[in-house]
């Protein structure tokens, strides 16, 4: 029975958890993307978000409460310049899970887990920020789309005559047929 399991316990013991999610974290934040299990992966996410989330505000006790997780005092400066600069107006959800597989030797499921913001694929920021766009029901919707393409039809231009100008032609020499 799983009474009071909270939390996915990888089959180790609490302090050799914490030392891999703590070097897990620490690589996650050097490289920005790091290759795992997906069930590590999910536990990872848990554990780095709150640490991304307290970098937001860059103090000494966010520093040094960020540290006694980590560990590492180069990536807790990286984390608190870099990492926390990029992700200042993001509401939360810093991380991206992506499946890759399964495992060669023991069929694990095999996952990429990278910052969001760090990824150039799937971030479409060309300088400028994308507005919300209003949601319409769909009524509305056939209405403007209807009203769309009665304004968007191919216009067809009437011929305008213009008044012909005679231009002195040269004077058409006959040959003489001589048959």
Known sequence: MRHAKRFNHLGRTNTHRAAMLSNMATSLIMHKRITTTLAKAKELRKYVEPLITRSKDDTTHSRRTVFSY???????????????????????GYTRILKTGFR????????????????????????????????????????????????????????????????????????????
């Open 104 to 179: 060669h030797g023991d069929n694990a499921e095999m996952c990429i887990i990278e910052l969001v913001d760090y990824n150039e694929t799937y971030t479409t920021s060309d300088g400028k920020k994308k507005t919300a766009k209003t949601r319409r029901s769909r009524a509305k919707k056939t209405e403007i789309a209807v009203a769309g393409k009665e304004e968007i039809a191919p216009v067809v231009e009437e011929a305008v005559i213009v008044d012909e100008i005679p231009v002195a032609e040269e004077p058409v020499t006959e040959e003489p047929n001589n048959e």
């Open 70 to 92: 980590l560990q590492n005092k180069y990536a807790v400066t990286e984390l608190f310049r870099d990492v926390s600069v990029k992700i200042a107006d993001r509401p939360g």
